[in-house]
């Protein structure tokens, strides 16, 4: 009846016309059998199995494997089977009733949740809740009277369930964010303009070229408008000062620009950083997200670099947020900002998928701290990161003489990734785009089941990772 009611979930290992192994399975209503509940309820009238062909859960019965087959992982292997016949079926979870064999010998001293206590630790052994655990089941609860029969189990059982982190509810199906996002970033080169519409002119050539390949994101560097300090003369350049606060002049142009261009060509733009003079009339190196919609977010730089500090006077920002758009969750950290790991671990707390980090230096060996600890902050976050940056040399115009730079996209290190974790690259200091295909679902599956899992593991009971909020007028600083 199983087989004519549920074929699929039933699953058969077969060697040469034996059959040596087989995982029986029904589908369930999850909100029932994720209750306690007894074996007896998945039997109905006349000892037949109850099976909910709308049931929104599978629910494992048993698994058996031959004697003279067994240290062949097979086990494992119908498990895994069932896992893909879940996510293929778009099923919320798979239950499963366990018995506690080994209870019995540990009863008179342990009481059952101190027994799964100790199996979960590995300090008992129980060939059934052992390997449950070994294939990524939790234990949800303790159900008695499951077996009252079971002597062996004391009458007890757990419930254990393994949840389909790809599960959509038909009734969202519409809401979900995007699996696929598609960005481009423009390793842009430096070269001198002769007003402000030449380089509005040459930036709205790459965004349209992104939005031809369809880019859910346009990337620019940090500070790639700065070569607008050659509109002065050489010697205003020397107070540098002085023309920082000039390039800073700009800033409002293209912005509204920019936004103009983010709608126009149906593209999200990451306008790399600018100048922004704030209200406190003190210097921030500010990097602004223009969505496709009209919305215009920003997020500054907060760690200023020396150079940055004693030429320019820029002063660090104080907030750090996640950006949620049409194609994720975004995060942007500006060059310096991305070699320090909080910055990286808050964001991902905040359930980031992309991490942006337009950046601008001048020699490989900055462009080596910057790309490192990108990619340490794709692993250690389980997202992906992409970098970009300036090329080309400027001698006319104060700092700006040469830059180094090979944009990149990274990811997380594991198998359903590229074996060094590099989505694509540029050639090194040649003007180019870099297109890459983000496929979200693979970051939801690693942050579950990788090969490790990076967030899920952390010692919160050892450190914790707080973020505390300036208050400028008062000059105090509070913990929220």
Not at 63 to 90: F, T
Not at 177 to 201: C, I, N, Y
Not at 353 to 371: A, E, H, S
Not at 425 to 451: C, K, W
């Amino acid at each position: 009846k199983l087989i004519q009611e549920f074929p699929d979930g039933q699953i058969a290992i077969e060697d040469d016309g034996v059959l040596v192994g087989v995982a029986l399975t029904v589908q369930v209503d999850y909100d029932e059998f994720s209750n306690p509940h007894k074996y007896d309820d998945l039997i109905g009238h006349r000892e037949i199995i109850l099976n909910d062909p709308e049931g929104d859960a599978m629910y494992g019965l048993d698994v058996l494997i031959h004697p003279d087959y067994r240290g062949y992982r097979l086990g494992r292997r119908l498990y895994e089977a069932r896992k893909e016949l879940c996510r293929s079926l778009n099923l919320r979870a798979i239950l499963a009733g366990g018995r506690i064999p080994e209870y019995h010998q540990h009863a008179s001293e342990l009481t059952p949740a101190q027994y799964i206590d100790k199996v979960s630790r590995k300090e008992i052994y129980d060939p059934i809740l052992s390997f449950q655990l070994a294939n990524d089941f939790q234990v949800k609860r303790l159900l008695r009277k499951y077996l009252p029969e079971d002597e062996q189990s004391r009458g007890y059982a757990t419930l254990l369930e393994w949840n389909n982190i790809l599960f959509e509810p038909a009734e969202n199906v519409l809401d979900t964010r995007p699996t696929q996002v598609r960005v481009g970033a423009v390793q842009w080169q430096m070269r001198e303009f002769a007003s402000v519409e030449a380089a509005l002119q040459q930036i709205e050539y790459f965004v349209d070229a992104l939005s031809d390949y369809q880019s859910d994101f346009a990337v620019f560097p940090e500070l790639f408008t700065t070569p607008l300090m050659g509109l002065q003369d050489r010697a205003a350049q020397k107070d540098q000062t002085a023309a920082i606060r000039f390039l800073a002049g700009f800033t409002d142009r293209f912005k509204s620009e920019l936004s103009r261009m983010a709608v126009s060509y149906n593209i999200n733009i990451v306008g790399g950083s600018m100048i922004e003079v704030g209200e406190d009339d003190r210097l921030y190196n500010v990097a602004y997200l223009f969505h496709r919609d009209g919305e215009v977010e920003k997020q500054s730089k907060l760690h200023i670099t020396p150079q940055e500090r004693r030429d320019w006077v820029i002063e660090g920002g104080d907030d750090l947020q996640v950006f949620d758009t049409d194609a994720g969750r975004v995060g942007i950290l500006i060059c310096y900002d991305v070699e320090f790991p909080e910055l990286g671990r808050l964001l991902a707390d905040q359930d980031m998928d992309i991490l942006f980090v337009p950046f601008w230096v001048d020699t490989k060996n900055g462009y080596l701290r910057v790309r490192h600890c990108a990619q340490a902050r794709a692993i250690e976050n389980e997202c992906y990161v992409v970098i970009c940056g300036s090329v080309g040399n400027l001698p006319s115009i104060e700092n700006l003489d040469i830059q180094y730079a090979q944009s990149a996209v990274f990811t997380p290190s594991d198998f359903a990734f590229p074996h060094d974790a590099v989505l694509a690259e540029t050639t090194p200091n040649t003007e180019m785009i870099i297109f890459s295909d983000l496929d979200l679902t693979r970051l939801t599956v690693v942050r579950a089941e990788g090969s490790v899992t990076n967030l899920k593991d952390r010692r919160k009971d050892l450190f914790d990772l707080r973020w505390r909020d300036w208050s400028l007028k008062s000059g105090s600083r509070q913990e929220d």
